[in-house]
């Protein structure tokens, strides 16, 4: 086992008195003219140093990274897709987790990829599994699983765009195809497809692909890449958590497969990789790649926090979006209790949508994504959200977990998440533009007894939040 750091040297400037908490770190992984440096902490516990960085190698584009790698006509689909998401300064060089993980992963070796969120891990993992399937084998050679319907969806369309048949290519040529295997979808059409020629790449709920597998109707010997995406969420789920080791243990082994475990944040990590040698859920020689330790959001985001009352909330809300008038924003509600269902109350989100409806007048549309709709609705709430202009998305934590929406700037904690880690997915839905300087923001509308919860959260995660007065 091997942990790999990214980090890069601070400047010296003067440390205000709410950022004493850091002044113990020597690095600082924003500073943009500084060298990166790099660790590895291996199992035996011996110590070795990977030298900086060359100016030569801190330049290297994404195509040079992974040439020799990934197939060429991938490498320039990614260059347009890319180019077209993130306007002209796209992925021409690499994020930081893409220069520290890709090396590592077109070595062979298992990794576990824990940056920020929005910093390009899907990328990442989409050009390993590129680089090792053979498109002329029927047999499914990549599996990517993930916690929900909506990440599912975009990481599909992602892994479909780079897929694409080259254009000069001969009409004999076979292309790369990738399923969706999703909650919520139709099964037996995707029984058909599977008999009738397996696809290269599966993309996979792991309730939907543990019914396939029971049913025996494909299986993972073929499998070359098996990419678990979201892993803290789905270790920490319930009713995921046995599947999800059934696969990692019974449908395959790590003899066979390049493992890939991904996540913004991965409590006690230490412990976890510990856990993935001891379990054989990874082999013994798995990499922890992570990139910016220090901070681990985005330092594009300004936080800050009002108080008011319960019974104030609404109408708080609607001042501030009044104030802020946000083009694209995300209003993140706690979802609705047990006890308040069965006492017949209408959800909180229900109540803010129809009061935002009845009250707010800025142009952006006012939408809902919560877990409870049905399948069919949550999707076309996202693709109206895609598609607009404006928007503004009542969402419970549904939201929090790979959704990309990159032209949010305005995060609104209607209710406060329930843990740090809660707090860190719903702000990493903005600021998620690669090397763009957009100030985006994260409001929290707590009560007086929050407000030591929210100081947690700070001192968890290393921010400093602003009290703001309307």
Not at 190 to 201: C, F, I, Q
Not at 373 to 402: C, H, K, P, W
Not at 425 to 454: Q, Y
Request: charged share 20%; aromatic share 6%.
């Amino acid at each position: 086992m091997a942990t790999l750091s990214a980090t890069q040297v601070l400047p010296l400037r003067p440390v205000s008195s709410v950022k004493l908490r850091r002044a113990c770190f020597p690095f600082h992984s924003r500073s943009p003219n500084c060298r990166f440096f790099s660790s590895i902490s291996c199992a035996n516990q011996a110590l070795c140093s990977i030298p900086y960085l060359s100016p030569s190698q801190e330049t290297r584009t994404l195509h040079d990274i992974c040439q020799g790698f990934v197939p060429e006509h991938v490498l320039q689909r990614q260059a347009r897709i890319m180019s077209q998401l993130v306007e002209e300064v796209g992925y021409v060089l690499p994020t930081d987790i893409q220069r520290q993980a890709l090396p590592t992963l077109f070595s062979g070796r298992d990794c576990i990829l824990h940056a920020q969120t929005g910093s390009g891990k899907t990328l990442a993992y989409l050009l390993l599994i590129f680089s090792v399937i053979n498109i002329q084998r029927s047999a499914v050679q990549a599996l990517i699983v993930v916690p929900t319907r909506e990440l599912g969806m975009q990481v599909t369309k992602v892994a479909r765009m780079l897929a694409a048949k080259p254009m000069e290519s001969e009409l004999e040529q076979k292309c790369c195809t990738v399923m969706a295997l999703l909650d919520g979808g139709i099964l037996r059409r995707h029984k058909s497809w599977l008999k009738a020629e397996p696809p290269t790449v599966v993309v996979a709920t792991i309730g939907s692909l543990c019914q396939m597998l029971e049913k025996r109707i494909f299986t993972l010997e073929s499998m070359r890449v098996l990419v678990i995406d979201e892993v803290d969420f789905l270790f920490n789920s319930s009713k995921q958590v046995s599947s999800l080791r059934k696969l990692l243990t019974s449908y395959s082994t790590i003899s066979n497969r390049h493992t890939v475990f991904v996540s913004a944040s991965i409590p006690q990590h230490r412990r976890f990789v510990h856990d993935c040698i001891q379990q054989k859920w990874t082999k013994s020689d798995v990499v922890h790649v992570h990139v910016n330790p220090i901070e681990p959001m985005p330092a594009c985001i300004h936080h800050r926090f009002v108080i008011c009352g319960k019974n104030r909330r609404q109408q708080t809300l609607l001042s501030l979006l009044q104030s802020d008038a946000p083009v694209s924003g995300i209003i993140f509600v706690s979802e609705q209790s047990e006890k308040s269902k069965k006492a017949g109350n209408a959800p909180s989100t229900t109540l803010l949508i129809d009061f935002l409806k009845a009250s707010y007048t800025g142009g952006s549309e006012v939408l809902l994504l919560e877990e409870d709709m049905n399948f069919n609705l949550r999707a076309a709430s996202l693709s109206e959200v895609r598609q607009g202009s404006g928007y503004l998305l009542v969402s419970t934590d549904i939201a929090a977990r790979g959704v990309d929406l990159p032209e949010t700037t305005h995060i609104y904690n209607y209710d406060l998440p329930r843990t740090a880690i809660d707090y860190l997915h719903r702000a990493g839905r903005t600021g998620r533009k690669p090397f763009s300087d957009e100030k985006c923001t994260v409001t929290n509308i707590i009560t007086p007894e929050e407000r030591f919860v929210l100081q947690r959260y700070e001192n968890e995660l290393m921010f400093n939040c602003e009290e703001i007065i309307i």
